[in-house]
Structures are given as structure tokens and as C-alpha cells.
């Protein structure tokens, strides 16, 4: 398996990089004749990273003349069909996954037909080793040459491999060794290699029997953990060095790389560079870079940011090349201000480098309520509580700006005031303990549509549509209404304006008449499919929730609407986190807090799992510092727990769960332990889970089970 | 003819923009390439940075594609079109001579390749400046005698885009209005004065 790594002025001249990869699958296009657009088949993962990379390896197929078929895929369940369905077309040649599969046995799921490669572009992490470092030789494959020999799977990785050394001769000394089923050929490495791929199977296989899940089929093959060594017999351990070249492995060195493997992978999930800065990194190099597909790369790696997915200071370095990048594509350059934007100009497609707030989406809501809505600043002043909306009116007083401006919307404050915000925030802020507000990003002006969108916006916009755009009810605000007063204003029910409803629009149904009046006559047809089985509708809605924000990065109109969609999903977020931490329903048990959602009215959000990851990373930050109080004034020194949530979805009757890791920090990030521990929970308790998600740390649990679960949750160190 | 009503008066301004692309136009190619030869003749070599000649439609295609770099035509520049709108202005008895086909081409010159032009939105302006006082001289001009006795309009200079705009209308009024004139003409007989 080809692991490529991203371009760059170290590489050996041997070693392959993305600019390789793309030209084999140029050439393999070419050659087939491109009879149809069956030959490259690209499965995205629905999710705002996906999302971005998908665009812009679209742009640069586009250009080359590639025709392409682009799949979104929710889950593990959808990838199977989607795989089987792929395959079935004889003219396919390149398969594309991107922003999914790190942990997948890449050359066992993929039984890909003869003359078909695959190339892997994901940021998840951990990787799977053998994707890594597994050979897959293919005799008949005439295009061995040109991947020197390397196989079928690229892997694009994106540079951080090198550091896996050691990991990396522990499991070739395990792939490798010479076998111990009596034979003493040792010579003939692909022998050795096919025994072992062949003894391999067995252990996979009596695992996933073992594992015993009841609700979906999927979940047994796709264990992450390789077992790539057969369990250990007894014998006698003699300490030993496990790098030291030798023959045969003893017993001791062959646990000691196993340990050192599964230390590997227990560390938990975390993530690499975002698979849209990826594609990026490629299309600079093929000299074809522009500022649309740099928007993207800046997406990209902002939501990684924002959802804490990676840590400051990665975040800088990213950032700092964007820099570059902008400065070069965009030539007049000057920096925008804080909180003014910029003169619209019809053709201003550019970028430009920006100060943003941590306060969400408070360009296009009023500033009162943006700091209100953000974790952050919820957190420190206590938001949810009475006292806490005085201090913050405290604090917007102390800076010198009144009620009434704060709470117009933002676009209408006064100037000067938006100029003195960002240093009088600096000036008075610490005093509330509220530091570091701004952090370096970027905004693009769409001409007169849009004069300046941050890039932090833009991927709240995004998300929202990928979560809830079709397939929930939610309700917006009209513009400008609450200003009027208590009487004007009000809500109407989210309605993509002229769009035809994939027939599950018995939630869209608009009841009061006549108040779509803004989103446009989408005739809400109420032809339910009466007939829906719970997953079938699933899968639509991820996948018709993808294709509308597909849309929304070319239609300026729909990104402003989506902005709209993004406030109202913030708004349910915070009455629920507000209503849990009221409550205090938060259990800290002794290995992680845990807080399970029951009932409130806007529960039915909760089945989607980004929506409650977002929620628990909500409460994380939030929280954060009371339990640190609590936890000193206990000395018991648990400040850093883990988080757990889960959610109830009455419709299918079962209890979604997330778990977060959060940074002892704000803005901290650690690897994610949960995909492990939720597995081994739920083979202890014997809970129906089914672990669907890419995201390993998402699982769902029947509804009955859920105490059983967690009580074995919590008995696990994690 | 087989065409539906509604386009059997003339061409619609899509088409006129198809007709219009086959002007020629210099571009510099962003990738190297010996001449090649398509149906409608031979282009290249298409060597950096040197600007090559191609027709306007492959122009745009390379363009869009991003594999060259357009080169604005001499007249779609700020100062030459602000010359040209002033003189169009000063001369009230006729039309200028324009490039024959600059509406369709300054249209898709700016939706397709505005970063290769220089100051694109004061551009726009000024090419819509100077279609709208053609057309204000047009609309006077539909008020001159020779149409009113449903004879003759005097229309020289005008592009394809705008004949082709004035077309449907034009005919069916002169046709209205000679229905209403030769009676009078047969009674006066011709070359009598006119009124």
C-alpha cells in the first residue's frame, strides 16, 4: 500500500507524493476511454470536512475532464450497500474515500475488482496498521510499475507517519515472522506473509464472532483492533530486547511489540490534517489553486478547530500557511477590522485575513445575544442563571456599550462602536476571567450579496444544513422582527425555498399558512411515505442534507438562509444545556460525568449525533469550571473527567451516546478514548449497541439497556 | 418554418452570444501544446507566455478550466469605453461604429474572466451606460417621420444584438402603420409633401 505522503521540499526522490497519486488516477481515466461515469467512484463522509475536500477534488477533476460519481455516506451500515452497489459496475477503476475508512482492514472490506485502486484520504486517527503498512500485491495488475510495486491502496497520509516508527517495525516484526506452525522456511517473505495473512483471518474472525451484537450486522466486521498476533501461549518470558534482529521472535518480544501495537491503539481517536487541506495541499502543487478551493481548505480546517478537534497551536500552524496562501491569491490585502466590514464591491470574490470572536455567529445576530449563545463566555459568567445575564450586562455596560445598541442586530450598531469593540473587550474582559477572545481567521465578501462572511460563520451555516436542513422541524426567526418589540417578530417554520421534498415532509408542513413568506413557495407536501423504516429515512436525510449544503457553497442565498437555520440550532442547544445544568442532572460518576436526556421539547434534535456532540462539547466548556472548582475543593483531583451524554430517540427506541474528552483547558484537546471503551462496554453488558458512526465515539444502545451499559462504562478505567 | 412563434422573428440573445463567440480573441496558455487542428481550423502552438489567437469559444473553455489567462480586447478598456460613451453621447443624429459584436463579448468577458480585466465593475457600468443611450437614441428614432408613415428607419450602425432586439417590434409597427398610410399616398400620389 502505497503511503503517500503531502509534497514537500524534503521527500526523497523514491518516495511518493500526492501529485503521484492524482496522475495515476489521471492516466487510468484516460486509458479506459471514459466509456461512462462509472470509473471513478468517490464515497464521502457526510460531515463539513468531507463536504469541502469533496469540492475541490470536483473543481480539479472538473478541469481535467474526469467524469466522477459522488456518493455521501452516513454510516457503516450505508457504506456496505453503497460498496456492494459500486462494485457491481465493471467499468469502475478508481475508488475515492474521503473523510472515512482510517480504521476500516482496508484490503478485507474492500474486495476491490481486478484493475481498481483505491486512495484513502481521512482524518481520522488512529490509522489502521495494515493500511499503512500492509502490502496488497496483485500479480494481475499491469499498472504495478508506477506504484513501484506498492499495491492498490494509496493512503494519503500527511506526514505525521514518520513518527510511527517504532510502531511501525513492531508490526512488521509481527506481520513477518517466520511462522509457528512447525514450517521452517524463512526465506521467502511473501510465504511468510501469506501464512500470516491466512492465520490472521482466524483471529478476526473468532473476534467478531465473540462479540455477539444483536441489532446490526455491520459492527462485527469492522473491529478496529487487529489482532495481528496469534494470543500468546504460555511460556517462559525471558526479558529481551523486541527491536533486536533475530530470526524467530521469542514469546516475550512477540507480546512486547503486540503491547506496543496496542498501545497504538488504545491511545485513543484524535484527528490528523483536515482532508480538505489535503486536496488542497494537491491542487497547489498542481499549480491550480484558486480562491474558491482555498475557501474550502480554510473551512476545512476552521471546523476542525471550532469543534475542538485540534489544539491551538496546530490550529496557528494551519493557519499560518493559509496566510501565505491568501496573501498570494488575493492581492490587496488589507486587514479587516474586527467588527466592520468591508465596502461591497460586485465582483469581491476575495479573502482576507481576520481577528474573529469566539462568540458565535455574532456578525449576523446582535451582539448581546451571540455572547450569550457562546460556551465560552457562558461558561465564566454562568450564563444560564440570572445572575449570570447581569454580569454579562455588567460587562457590556463596563465597556461602554448600552443595552439597547447590544441588543439591535449586529449590522445596525452603531460604527463606532463596532471599531472600540475588539480593545475594549481586551480592556475589560480578563476582569469577568474571560481571556483570549479572538483567535486569527479568515473572511471571503461574496459582492453584494454577502460583504463579508467569516470563515467561523460560514462552517456554523454549513453544519447546520448537514444536521438539520431537511427531515426536522425547526423554527427560525423572521429577520429583524424581534426589534419591533414583543408583538413584532416571531418565528416561522424552516422551509428550503423551492425545493421538492424528498416525500418525508410531513415534519415541514408549514401551519401557519402563509408565513413562508421569505423562504419562498416550497410547496410543503405533505405525501408522507407512510411505508419508511426507520433507517431508509436515516440515510435520506444525511444524504439529501449533504446535497443542499453541496449546493450552498456556490448559492450565496441559500448560505445566508443557512446562517439563519445555524442560529436557531445554537438557540436549542443552549436552552437544553441551560436546562440540564439547571437541573444539575449531571452524575460524576467516578470515571467520567455522565448525563442522560430525557425529555424537553427539543429532544428530537438530539438524535443526530453531531447535533449532541455539540451539545456535550457545549456543557464541557461550560462547566468546565465548576466542576474544576468542585473538584478542588473535594481534593479528589478529578477536574479532567470525560464527558458522556446520551439522548433518547423515542422513535426508534434507543438511547444515542456520545463521549468527549475535553482539555483541562480551554482549547485543549485530547485523543478520545471512548470508541474502545463503549465496544468493551457493550460486549460486557450484552447491551444491543450498534456502532454505525465513523465517529468511534458515537454509539447507540437500545433503550433498555442504556443502565446496564453504563454501569459497565464505569467500571472500566479509562 | 418549423421554429415555434416565438422565435421565428430573429435570433434570442443566447444565440447571438453563440454567433458572437467565434470572433477571435489572444490569450496567454498556462500549459504548452503544438498546434492543433479542430473542426473549424488550426490554433496554437500554445507556448508560455507567449499570447496565442483563438476563437473567443475556446477561449472561454480554456478559461474556465483554468489554462490561460484572456487578454482584454482593446476596446474593453475604462478610458477607451468612457471615449466611446462620450462620443456616442456628442452625436445625436446617428449611431457610432462600435465593435460589431461588444454586448455579447463584454458580457461573457466579465462573467467568465473579470480578474483579467482591470477595474471589471467600473466596466460594467460604462458598457451599460452605453447600450442604454443607443437605446434612448433608437426610441427617438422610432418617432421620426419615416416610420411614422411606415417607410423607413434609418439604422446604420447598429449591432446584431440591438437589430435583433428591435426587430419583432419594428415589423409588426411598420406593418400596423402602413396599413394605416396608403390610402393617403395613393390619394396624394408620391412624391407629394409629407405631413
Known amino acids: 500500500m502505497p503511503l503517500i505522503n503531502p509534497p514537500g521540499p524534503d521527500l526523497g526522490p523514491s518516495a511518493l507524493s500526492y501529485v503521484d497519486a492524482y496522475n495515476s488516477i489521471v492516466s487510468r481515466v484516460r486509458r479506459s476511454g471514459g466509456s461512462g461515469s462509472g470509473g471513478v467512484v468517490i464515497f464521502c463522509g457526510a460531515d463539513v470536512d468531507g463536504l469541502m475536500a469533496a469540492r475541490i477534488l470536483v473543481a480539479l477533476f472538473k478541469q481535467d475532464d474526469i467524469s466522477y460519481r459522488l456518493l455521501p455516506i452516513g ?24 473523510s472515512l475508512g482510517s480504521l476500516l482492514p482496508l484490503s478485507q472490506y474492500f474486495t476491490l475488482p481486478r484493475k481498481c485502486h483505491l486512495h484513502i484520504i481521512d482524518a481520522h486517527r488512529p490509522w489502521n496498521l495494515s493500511n499503512l503498512y500492509g502490502l496488497d500485491l496483485d500479480m494481475d495488475d499491469e499498472d504495478d510499475e508506477e506504484t513501484g510495486g506498492g499495491g492498490r491502496f ?38 511468510e506473509e501469506e501464512e500470516d495473512d491466512e492465520e490472521e483471518e482466524d483471529p478476526e474472525g473468532d473476534n ?164 450569550l449563545h457562546s460556551s465560552y463566555v457562558a461558561g465564566r459568567l454562568g450564563i444560564w442563571k440570572d445572575r449570570g445575564k447581569k454580569k454579562l450586562q455588567g460587562l457590556l455596560a463596563k465597556m461602554g456599550f448600552s443595552l439597547q445598541q447590544c441588543t439591535q442586530a449586529y449590522p445596525h450598531m452603531d460604527t463606532h462602536l463596532k471599531r472600540i469593540l475588539p480593545e475594549k473587550l481586551e480592556a475589560v474582559a480578563p476582569d469577568y476571567g474571560l481571556v483570549d477572545l479572538q483567535y486569527p481567521s479568515f473572511s471571503r465578501s461574496f459582492g453584494f450579496a454577502l460583504s463579508s462572511l467569516s470563515a467561523a460563520d460560514a462552517v456554523e451555516g454549513f453544519s447546520a444544513l448537514l444536521e438539520v436542513a431537511k427531515g426536522q422541524r425547526m423554527e427560525i426567526e423572521r429577520e429583524g422582527g424581534r426589534n419591533g418589540g414583543e408583538w413584532f417578530g416571531g418565528t416561522r417554520a424552516w422551509n428550503i425555498g423551492g425545493r421538492e421534498a424528498a416525500g418525508e415532509d410531513k415534519e415541514n408542513v408549514n401551519p401557519n399558512g402563509g408565513a413562508g413568506a421569505g423562504a419562498g413557495g416550497a410547496g410543503a407536501d405533505g405525501r408522507g411515505k407512510e411505508t419508511q423504516d426507520g433507517a431508509k429515512k436515516e440515510q435520506n436525510w444525511q444524504v439529501t442534507n449533504f446535497w443542499i449544503a453541496w449546493d450552498a457553497c456556490e448559492d450565496v442565498a441559500l448560505m445566508r438562509n443557512s446562517l439563519l437555520l445555524a442560529k436557531s440550532l445554537h438557540s436549542a442547544i443552549i436552552r437544553q444545556g441551560s436546562s440540564i445544568l439547571d437541573k444539575s442532572s449531571i452524575r460524576a460518576l467516578r470515571t467520567f460525568r455522565f448525563c442522560a436526556l430525557k425529555e424537553g421539547p427539543d429532544l428530537r434534535l438530539f438524535s443526530h449525533p453531531a447535533t449532541l456532540s455539540r451539545l456535550a462539547l457545549w456543557l464541557m466548556d461550560a462547566a468546565r469550571d465548576r466542576w474544576a472548582a468542585k473538584a478542588d475543593k473535594n481534593k479528589k483531583g478529578e477536574k479532567d473527567l470525560p464527558f458522556v451524554v446520551a439522548a433518547l430517540d423515542e422513535e426508534r427506541g434507543t438511547w444515542l451516546v456520545v463521549g468527549i474528552t475535553g482539555g483541562m483547558e480551554f482549547g485543549n484537546v485530547r485523543k478520545n478514548k471512548f470508541g474502545l471503551a463503549f465496544q468493551q462496554a457493550a460486549e460486557e453488558s450484552g447491551a444491543g449497541a450498534k456502532h454505525d458512526m465513523f465517529e468511534t465515539s458515537v454509539v447507540e444502545v437500545a433503550k433498555d439497556d442504556l443502565t446496564a451499559f453504563v454501569e459497565c462504562l464505569h467500571l472500566r478505567s479509562i | 418554418m418549423a421554429l415555434p412563434k416565438h422565435l421565428q422573428h430573429g435570433l434570442t440573445p443566447d444565440e447571438l452570444t453563440f454567433l458572437a463567440e467565434e470572433e477571435v480573441i489572444s490569450i496567454v496558455p498556462s500549459f504548452s501544446m503544438t498546434k492543433i487542428r479542430v473542426l473549424s481550423g488550426v490554433y496554437g502552438p500554445f507556448v508560455p507566455p507567449s499570447s496565442t489567437s483563438v476563437p473567443l469559444w475556446m477561449a472561454l473553455s480554456l478559461k474556465r478550466k483554468r489554462k490561460c489567462r484572456i487578454v482584454a480586447p482593446e476596446w474593453l478598456q475604462v478610458e477607451r469605453l468612457q471615449a466611446l460613451l462620450k462620443e456616442e453621447k456628442e452625436n445625436q443624429d446617428g449611431f457610432n461604429k462600435l465593435p460589431r459584436r461588444f454586448i455579447e463579448t463584454g458580457k461573457v468577458l466579465l462573467d467568465v474572466a473579470p480578474d483579467d480585466l482591470h477595474l471589471p465593475a467600473q466596466l460594467r457600468s460604462l458598457l451599460k451606460d452605453l447600450r ?64
Not at chain 1, 75 to 98: C, G, M, P, W
Not at chain 1, 164 to 191: C, I, M, N, Q, R
Request: aromatic share 8%; with cysteine; glycine share 6%.
Open chain 1, 75 to 98: 454510516s457503516y451500515s450505508e457504506l456496505e450497500v453503497k460498496r456492494d452497489q459500486a462494485f457491481e459496475n465493471d467499468e469502475i477503476h478508481t475508488l475515492i474515500l474521503l
Open chain 1, 208 to 371: 467478531s464472532d465473540a462479540e455477539g451484537d444483536s441489532n446490526a450486522p455491520g459492527p462485527s466486521r469492522k473491529r478496529p483492533r487487529t489482532n495481528s498476533a496469534r494470543p500468546p501461549k504460555a511460556k517462559k518470558r525471558k526479558p529481551i530486547d523486541p527491536d533486536a534482529p533475530g530470526r524467530r521472535l521469542t514469546r516475550a518480544a512477540r507480546d512486547a511489540h503486540h503491547d506496543r501495537i496496542q498501545r497504538y491503539y488504545e491511545a485513543g481517536t484524535s484527528w490528523g490534517m483536515s482532508v480538505a487541506q489535503c486536496v488542497y495541499l494537491l491542487a497547489t502543487v498542481l499549480e491550480r489553486a484558486d480562491n474558491d478551493l482555498l475557501w474550502f481548505a480554510i473551512l476545512g480546517t476552521t471546523h476542525q478547530y471550532i469543534s475542538n478537534r485540534i489544539a491551538m497551536s496546530q490550529y496557528e500552524r494551519y493557519h499560518e500557511l493559509f496566510l501565505d496562501e491568501v496573501v498570494r491569491l488575493n492581492h490587496e490585502v488589507t486587514p479587516v477590522g474586527v467588527g466592520i466590514g468591508r465596502t461591497p464591491n460586485p465582483d469581491d470574490r476575495s479573502i482576507q485575513r481576520s481577528e474573529e470572536m469566539r462568540f458565535t455567529l455574532f456578525r449576523h445576530w446582535t451582539l448581546y445575544e451571540a455572547m
Open chain 2, 132 to 195: 442604454e443611450v443607443r437605446q434612448a437614441k433608437i426610441r427617438l428614432g422610432l418617432q421620426s417621420e419615416g416610420v411614422m408613415q411606415g417607410s423607413y428607419l434609418q439604422m446604420n450602425g447598429l449591432t446584431p444584438l440591438e437589430l435583433m432586439e428591435l426587430k419583432p417590434f419594428l415589423v409588426k409597427a411598420m406593418g400596423v402603420l402602413q396599413t394605416l398610410e396608403p390610402r393617403k399616398e395613393e390619394r396624394d400620389g408620391y412624391g407629394a409633401s409629407q405631413t
Open chain 1, 154 to 191: 494509496w493512503v494519503w497520509g500527511d506526514g505525521e507517519e514518520a513518527s510511527l516508527d517504532k510502531v511501525k517495525k513492531s508490526w512488521e516484526a509481527l506481520e513477518y515472522e517466520p511462522s509457528d506452525s512447525g514450517s521452517d522456511t524463512e526465506d521467502d517473505e511473501e510465504e
